[in-house]
């Protein structure tokens, strides 16, 4: 008789494990779309900035980064210049070029923000005469969707000071 009972306590606590694992296996089944991990893919971003005028272009810098889907990269290039704020303060200013940019996948193409800066010092014939000197600065900020290998324009201003244009401009590569 003991022999029996061991062998149905066996497939009780069998049965019981059974029971406890299926739920959990049930929930991962049931995980909704968005909460199951996607695959992430590498991207390389090439940026163009190009300065335009009578609709020549006469100069052109290049940048480029890598980046995952999903993520947040930056490049960033210039001198940080101390600028006296009260007698014998400083506080530093960033001149240069800066361009930051997230990049996400979505069914239609992939979402691209770009936040871009670009400063520089004025030309001695555009400074106010002052004693200190004048910075030039400009930004292109947008969200726009990319098509992989398909060059875009990602924004253009007008320099106010001359008659130019200066033009941010990104081609997004996937990486293998």
């Given at each position: 008789m003991s022999r029996v009972r061991v062998i149905w306590s066996a497939m009780v606590v069998g049965f019981a494990l059974c029971l406890a694992a299926s739920p959990s296996r049930a929930q991962e089944s049931n995980k909704p779309a968005e909460a199951q991990e996607k695959p992430i893919n590498a991207y390389r971003l090439d940026f163009s900035v190009n300065e335009m005028e009578d609709g020549k272009r006469i100069n052109s810098r290049q940048y480029s980064m890598n980046l995952n889907s999903s993520d947040t990269n930056q490049i960033k290039i210039g001198t940080r210049v101390p600028v006296e704020t009260k007698q014998g303060e400083f506080t530093y200013l960033d001149v240069g070029t800066s361009i930051k940019s997230r990049l996400?996948?979505?069914?239609?193409?992939?979402?691209?923000?770009?936040?871009?800066?670009?400063?520089?010092?004025?030309?001695?014939?555009?400074?106010?005469?002052?004693?200190?000197?004048?910075?030039?600065?400009?930004?292109i900020n947008a969200s726009t969707m990319v098509l992989a290998g398909k060059p875009m324009l990602v924004g253009s201003v007008d320099d106010p000071n001359s008659k130019r244009q200066f033009q941010l401009e990104v081609t997004a590569n996937r990486l293998k």
């Open positions: 996400r996948e979505r069914d239609n193409g992939l979402m691209l923000d770009v936040w871009c800066d670009i400063s520089n010092f004025a030309l001695p014939d555009q400074e106010n005469h002052s004693t200190h000197p004048a910075l030039r600065q400009l930004q």
